[in-house]
């Protein structure tokens, strides 16, 4: 099962199971673009796209890096600290 298909099958069904962007105020924005570091003279670093923030009340709540199925668990974890890093979001390691 590749990335596209993890996303369609598996994360995007269980998002709505679990309620968000159904339940009132919870939202999921989906390839999030992560702005790149500023570099000086007006300029920033490549940007990065997450494929999952979830925002609770305008909260950004949680990061989610989706990878192909056949992938440990933690393949994308380093990727979504990055991520959520960047976008000034909370983690836990």
């Known amino acids: 099962m590749n990335e596209a298909e993890t996303r369609a099958e598996l994360i995007d069904p ?6 968000w ?11 999030v673009i992560a702005p790149g570091r500023l570099i000086g003279n007006g300029k920033r670093a490549q940007s ?3 494929d ?4 609770y009340r ?7 890096e989706a990878k192909k199925r056949d992938l440990p668990d933690t393949e994308g974890l380093g990727q979504a600290k990055k991520y959520a890093e960047k976008l000034q979001t909370r983690y836990h390691s």
Do not use: M, N, T
């Not at 962007?21 to 390839?31: D, F, K």
């Open 14 to 19: 269980a998002l709505k199971a679990a309620g």
């Open 21 to 31: 962007g159904v339940i009132e105020g919870s939202r999921i924005r989906r390839e």
């Open 48 to 50: 990065d796209i997450a």
């Open 52 to 55: 999952y923030v979830l925002v």
């Open 58 to 64: 305008g909260e950004k709540l949680a990061v989610i």
